[in-house]
């Protein structure tokens, strides 16, 4: 079975442009999840989606930071625009049946800006 | 202020040495608890989900268990690759119907 795909793998990029990272969550599963790793805050949740639909955007940390989900298949997690604080990788996660069952999560986009 | 906290940070054991890492938590009110396995350069992998204190799951040589106030993760007779990050997590009551919230992690190094 194909597990959470996220891409791209790395990130580097310059402070101030605009990143893109993209999810595609695990056939069948309507529970997506964004996460944030640094070594000083740990994981983070920035945002839940069920049935496409946001649920809860408190861990969004700025107005900076967009997500999307237009269909089941597909998610993006937008920064525009950039900066160094950013740096950081970010998960994105899957189950069928929200935040209070297990989770399948993605190998992360370690994302740099320089 | 709900919390997890994840202790040691780090542990080194050599192979076939049992031991145990804590997670303990402050939180209004637990939902679940979850364990993760992170190994680097990938996300966490699910490893067991627990409900209520009193409350056990194994799996190999993993053991997890709940009180009210913590968690443990048992590891029999560890091998070199048990080595990993081990992440607690508790979704909670809230306003926020999504509350999850990672503990920091115990990094577990086994040695041959």
């Known amino acids: 079975d194909a597990g959470v795909i996220q891409s791209p793998r790395h990130e580097v990029t310059e402070m101030g442009q605009e990143v893109t990272l993209r999810c595609k969550p695990i056939s069948g599963h309507n529970s997506l999840f964004w996460y944030r790793q640094t070594m000083m805050r740990g994981l983070e949740l920035l945002i839940y989606f069920n049935n496409n639909v946001p649920i809860d955007d408190s861990g969004m940390p700025e107005d900076r930071f967009s997500a999307k989900m237009p269909n089941a298949s597909f998610s993006t997690l937008k920064i525009q625009p950039s900066e160094p604080r950013d740096s950081a990788v970010y998960f994105c996660a899957s189950n069928d049946r929200g935040p209070d069952q297990p989770q399948h999560f993605g190998d992360g986009t370690r994302l740099s800006i320089l | 202020e709900d919390q997890v906290t994840q ?29 993760y396995r992170q190994d680097p350069g990938k996300g966490p992998e699910f490893l067991f989900t627990l409900y209520s204190a009193g ?42 119907a999504s509350k999850i919230i990672f503990g920091s992690g115990t990094r577990l190094s086994i040695r041959p």
């Not at chain 2, 940070?9 to 303990?24: H, I, P, T, V």
Request: charged share 30%; hydrophobic share 30%.
């Open chain 2, 7 to 35: 202790s040691p940070e780090a542990l080194r054991l050599q192979e076939g040495e049992s031991s145990s890492l804590n997670c303990s938590y402050t939180v209004s009110g637990l939902r679940g608890l979850f364990w």
């Open chain 2, 55 to 96: 409350e056990e799951k194994e799996k190999e040589r993993l053991k997890a268990t709940l009180t009210k106030k913590e968690s443990f993760l048992h590891i029999t007779a560890p091998k070199p690759e048990d080595s990993a990050t081990y992440l607690c997590a508790v979704q909670a009551d809230g306003s926020s």
